[in-house]
Each structure stands twice: as C-alpha cells, then as structure tokens.
C-alpha cells in the first residue's frame, strides 16, 4: 500500500497544471476548424429542364407573379404558397385521382361485353383397330362476345359505391388539413423572419452598448481610472456579443431558406401581419367548432366508413347475385374445316353463389368488422387527440397574449435602468460590473418580447389550425379558393347510363343505415364534459357535397 502511494505521488509531480495543459492540447482554436475544400469536381453536370406550369384552375394574376420578386406582406405569401406549393398541388392531384374510384364504381352498375377472337390450327392423329392411323389438320377462325349485365347484387355493387365515396371525403379532408397546415407553415415562416430579423437588430444593438462601453472603459483605464478587471470583464462581453450577432445572422439566414421553401420566394421588406380572428370566445365553443370542422377527426369518420362499406361487401358476397348474360359465338361444325360455319346466340337470367366455401366468406366478414371497429376506435383517439390539442393551444395562446405587455413594461424598464447605471457609473456611483449586469438584463428582456410577440401570433395560428378554420376562405375571405368538387361534377357520370341510378337504389335497399354516423364509445368523451351546442359554421367540402 505504501508503495502505490508514493507511484501516484511521483505521477501527479509529473501532471503539468491544468491552465498548461489546456493550451498544449488547443495552441490554436482556429485550427480545429479548419476549410473543408476537397477536390474541385470539374465534371460536366446536367442541368434540368425548365418547364414552369401550374393546374388549368389557377387564377390568372397568380400565374403572372414573378417568384423571383420578393414578398412583402402576409397576405401575397399566403396566396403564392396556396397556389403554387408543391406540396398542396401533389396532394390536389391525389384528391383528382382519388374522384375517379366513384365512376368506377358507378359503372360496375352497367353491362360489360367482353370478347375473344382467335385463329387456329389443329393436327390429329387417331389409331384403328385395323393398325391404320388416321390423321386430320386443318385452320378454323372463331369469335365469341358475352354481356353481362348486373341486376341485383344483394349490396355488392352498392357496397363499392359507398366506399368511393367515402374514400374521396376522406381524401378531401387530407387535403383540407394539408391546406391548412402549408397556411400554418407560410404564417410561421413569414413570423419567423420578422422575429429573427428582430433578433438580429437586438444582438447588434447590444453589440454597439458594449462596444461603446469598452471604449469608455478603455479610455478610463488609460488614466487609471479603470483597473484590469475591468477591462477585461468588457472585453469578454464584447467578444460573446460578437458571437451572439453572428448566430443570430445564422438563425436569420436558415429563417430566410425556410421562407423560400414554403413560399417560393425570398422575404422582402416584411409588412405586419394581418390580425388573425377566432371563431370561438369560450374554450367550449372552442370545442365544438373543432369537433364539426377539423379535417383530421372528419378524416378519421371518413376511414371508418370506408372500412364499414367493406364489411358490407363482404356480407353481401355470401349471397348470390343476379345476372342478365348474353353470349354470341361464331364458329365452325369442326376444327378442321374452316368453310363450315356454326354461329350460336344464348340469353338468359343467371343467379350465382357460394354453396360451400370451407369458412372462407365468413372469416373474411369476421375481419372486415375487426378492422371497422380499429376505425371505430381511432374517431374517439382522434377526438381525445384534439380535444387536448385544442385546450393546449388555448392555454398558449392566452398565456403569449398575457405576457406581452408585461414584457413590454419590462423593457422599458431595463432600458431606463440601463441608462441610469451608465450615469451613475461616470459619476462614480456604480461600478462596471454593474453596468455589464444592466446591459445583460436588457439584452435578455428584449430577447423574451421579441420571442413572445411573435409566440403570440403564431399561438393563435395554431388554435385556428386546431380548430379546422386556417382555411383560406378563412384568412382571405374575398379571395377565390381552390374547389375540389369542380373536377368530381365533371366526371362522377362518366359512363353511367339512365338505369344506373335505379339499380344502385335496388342495389341499397338492404342497408338504410349504412351512412348514420357512429355513436361515440369512448368513457372519457362523456356527453357531459361535451360541450352543449357548436356554433353555425359555414359549409366546408365534406361528404354531403358528393352525395346525389
């Protein structure tokens, strides 16, 4: 034991002191960041092909807007990112795509012919009992046509027509929520650049106080008026106010690229933003314009009826169903001689079904009802979910506003101090580090009103996101907004004949019920922590805009 002490004594005269060691390790901050230029690529690059074009339903003066030209208020950068995201146009296109399911469906309630043609050449070789063979070929030309018409398909047909449309109220409010949230993302970024640009004049602004203050202390101490200590305590301020200009040039340069992700054009002189209007003056009306209008809980109702079409189509496929078959066949009498013809036309009424399938339909009943039930489910998470998103976002948004002005107050107040602590300090009444105290306590309140002014702009933004009422029809009211019900009018009847609509209520006789919306089975969603009654609100492009 004796001896392990005096090895760790000799090792620890041998430890250089910590200040000695600190700068053999880093003799040259600078050199751990070094310039990292590799090799210049001289390879040739392929530049893509411009080709700017933007949906036939864009209005004209958006389509002559420069995207080069900077924006400078909230209202043209919540237009140039409403029609020209790519984002929101990818997700239009999806809701076009997502329209032509019901004509599809539409049309499965009208005949189909179907046909064959085919050219054909035969060889046979026959035995005797004689030990002759006997050998045949010849070419034939056959053709065949059958139409099929449905006539009642105990719900199938009418099973899929729901689906489609529930599918495109699905699809409909995806892109209700992915409109609102690019509106949210465009208010962000456009509040983000003033707060940052904000930000920036106040790091500067510090940056000149202790700049000035190091002169003045500088000039004292050159008189000896001033000691080291406190040339060295401004010093060091001054140098992490340098720093703190250059991050918040940094944080205002990545805001910017923010800016022209969202909107597609850069930021110029930015105007105030317009002030934003809630529908609800109470957290329970709050509630209830959520519940009736945010796209996400009407997308999840929407699921579930998708969901309960199947279990639907899978119940009727236990039934038979019945057909209307025509069928007209040219041929020959034999397959070896083409120059005689046999033609045959058929007609009839065919009932189809299952006899025995070992438990196969069943069990696929079975799991559509399973897997309509997790949709059951997910609508009461999906309100859980937003009955907290929205009491959150009222509590911010009461919270942001509250402080505000007492954080105005307080910058009144530190700036006086500040001012009061640099007099006293020529008169000899304060010292440095008192004034180094007060530049800081400005420099932080600022800071915290800067950060909260704009927190209680986007704090509202997020409560009407929450609610389902960041629409643009909401922000800009007298500004035409994109419709998605326009493109499904034009084709929901393609192909439909006049007894289609006749067939698909036969078709649907059999579930009256099969829209009704769903009671709510969660314990915590009592009806009476429900608020009483929502507010009339406008109508939105929900399901009842396609139904007939």
Not at 435 to 464: G, H, P, W
């Amino acid at each position: 034991m004796r001896r392990w002490g005096w090895v760790l004594l000799a090792a620890g005269c041998l430890l250089p002191p910590v200040q000695r060691a600190h700068a053999q390790l880093v003799p040259n901050p600078g050199a751990l960041l070094p310039d990292l230029v590799g090799p210049v690529d001289d390879r040739p690059h392929t530049q893509p092909v411009y080709d700017p074009s933007l949906p036939a339903d864009t209005p004209d003066a958006i389509k002559a807007i420069d995207m080069a030209s900077p924006v400078s208020t909230l209202r043209d950068a919540l237009l140039r990112a409403y029609w020209m995201n790519p984002q929101l146009l990818a997700e239009r296109a999806s809701m076009r795509s997502a329209d032509f399911t019901l004509p599809q469906a539409r049309a499965a309630f009208g005949p189909s012919i179907n046909y064959s043609v085919g050219l054909h050449w035969e060889k046979d070789r026959f035995d005797t009992t004689l030990g002759i063979p006997l050998s045949r070929s010849g070419r034939t030309e056959t053709a065949s046509a059958i139409l099929t018409q449905p006539l009642y398909t105990f719900g199938r047909l009418a099973a899929g027509e729901r689906s489609a449309r529930a599918q495109i109220a699905f699809e409909r409010d995806r892109l209700r929520d992915t409109e609102q949230q690019v509106l949210f993302n465009t208010i962000s970024a456009y509040v983000g650049v003033l707060r940052d640009r904000a930000g920036l004049q106040i790091a500067k602004d510090n940056r000149d106080i202790l700049e000035q203050e190091l002169s003045d202390v500088r000039a004292r101490f050159n008189v000896r008026e001033a000691t080291d200590v406190d040339l060295q305590q401004v010093q060091s301020q001054a140098a992490i106010a340098r720093a703190d200009v250059e991050t918040a040039q940094s944080t205002l340069d990545s805001s910017d690229a923010t800016f022209r992700s969202v909107i597609g054009s850069p930021a110029g002189p930015l105007d105030p933003p317009n002030p934003l209007i809630l529908p609800a003056a109470e957290l329970d009306s709050a509630q209830a314009v959520a519940e009736q209008d945010n796209p996400v809980l009407a997308a999840a109702r929407a699921r579930e009826q998708v969901s309960r079409a199947a279990v639907d189509s899978a119940e009727a496929a236990r039934f038979p169903r019945i057909d209307l078959q025509g069928r007209a066949d040219f041929g020959t009498v034999t397959p070896y001689n083409n120059s005689l013809r046999q033609n045959n036309l058929q007609g009839g009424v065919v009932v189809t079904g299952p006899l025995f399938d070992s438990g196969l339909l069943g069990a696929r009943q079975e799991q559509a009802e399973a897997a309509n039930d997790a949709d059951w489910r997910l609508i009461d998470k999906a309100a859980r979910d937003l009955r907290a998103q929205v009491a959150s976002a009222w509590s911010a948004r009461l919270a942001s506003g509250a402080s505000v002005g007492d954080l105005s107050a307080a910058v009144a107040s530190a700036q006086k101090a500040y001012e009061g602590s640099v007099a006293q300090q020529k008169a000899g009444f304060r010292t440095t580090l008192d004034v180094l105290i007060s530049a800081r306590d400005l420099l932080d309140v600022r800071r915290s009103y800067n950060t909260t002014l704009a927190d209680a702009y986007l704090t509202q933004a997020q409560l009407l996101l929450a609610l389902g009422s960041l629409d643009l029809a909401d922000l800009l009211p007298d500004e035409r907004a994109h419709d998605p019900a326009r493109h499904l009018e034009k084709i929901d009847s393609q192909g439909e004949l006049p007894w289609t609509p006749v067939l698909s209520a036969i078709d649907g006789l059999g579930y009256p019920k099969a829209n009704a919306a769903r009671p709510v089975r969660d314990p915590a969603l009592a009806p009476a922590a429900r608020p009483a009654k929502a507010p009339a609100r406008r109508s939105k492009n929900k399901v009842a805009r396609i139904k007939r």
